[in-house]
């Protein structure tokens, strides 16, 4: 099943507050928007009490800094048509394994 | 002393056993010398699982208690203990197969795999986002928030209009499989 995806106001806000690189912004997008939809059995973590939620997660290796990693969490929640995937909101890490 | 100062020390361990392995590491023309220094080199690694298993039980056990205020970094921090060990584990294993190669048997290359397969299995375990819970509430309140369709999102991130976002994309993806 195809998904759309959309992102709320809030998700929206906090990766234009990330200031992420170019590249790295361009990634995000071609994961939320190609590999969690093609995908979402692989790319999402149940998360079974309180409530049933979802995870994304993706990292991304910095194109311009050796060894450093951005790494990407975002809350994802089903629409009621049950083809709609809500990210409503996220966190952001960067770490450097070298 | 802290779960977050635990890490590092431990990061600390690994990074410098990291770097006297490459240090030891015969020239590439010398299996014999590669298979001893394998096996000596194993002997570092077979107390990676139990190290980890505590540093992850001892995470687990003080962000129960709520003694960690921003688990992410913490997380993270321990995510990168286990790419590290997992690295580290990569070489040794092409220098196993390099000696092999060479006619050379290694000494407990067995276990070693072994050891790897826990140090995995591990990470799987510890994976998993484990302090990423929302209450009923804040579910609710994230379904009454306003939602955009992707591209309008990322374009309105980028500053341009929705038509230059996909444009930009567009070309991006070409450039990527290109």
């Avoid at chain 2, 990423?132 to 955009?148: D, N, P, Q, V």
């Amino acid at each position: 099943m195809a998904h759309k995806v959309k992102l709320s106001n809030l998700i929206t806000k906090q990766i234009r507050a990330w200031a992420l690189p170019d590249q790295i912004e361009a990634e995000i997008y071609l994961f939320l928007t190609h590999v969690l939809p093609a995908d979402v059995a692989t790319n999402l973590t149940r998360e079974s009490g309180p409530f049933d939620g979802m995870v994304a997660q993706c990292v991304r290796r910095d194109p311009h800094v050796q060894g450093r990693d951005h790494q990407f969490f975002f809350q994802v929640q089903f629409g009621q048509d049950e083809e709609t995937l809500f990210i409503s909101s996220g966190d952001y890490y960067t770490s450097q394994i070298d | 002393m802290s779960a977050e100062m635990i890490v590092a020390t431990i990061r600390k361990q690994f990074e410098m056993a990291g770097e006297a392995l490459t240090e030891s590491k015969p020239k590439e023309s010398q299996p014999a010398e590669t298979a001893r220094y394998s096996e000596d080199a194993i002997l570092f690694f077979l107390d990676r699982p139990a190290t980890l298993r505590r540093l992850v039980e001892h995470v687990w056990a003080t962000q129960r208690a709520g003694r960690v205020p921003d688990p992410l970094p913490l997380w993270l921090n321990v995510s990168v203990l286990f790419q590290l060990a997992l690295r580290q584990a990569n070489s040794l294993r092409e220098s196993i197969a390099f000696a092999r190669a060479g006619g050379f048997r290694v000494e407990r290359e067995e276990e070693f795999e072994r050891t790897v397969r826990e140090i995995e299995a591990l990470r799987g375990e510890f994976q998993k986002p484990f302090f990423f819970k929302a209450s009923e509430g804040e579910r609710e309140a994230a379904l009454g928030l306003e939602y955009l369709d992707a591209d309008e999102a990322f374009a309105h991130i980028a500053g341009v209009d929705v038509e230059t976002w996909r444009q930009r994309m567009a070309e991006y993806e070409r450039h990527r499989q290109g």
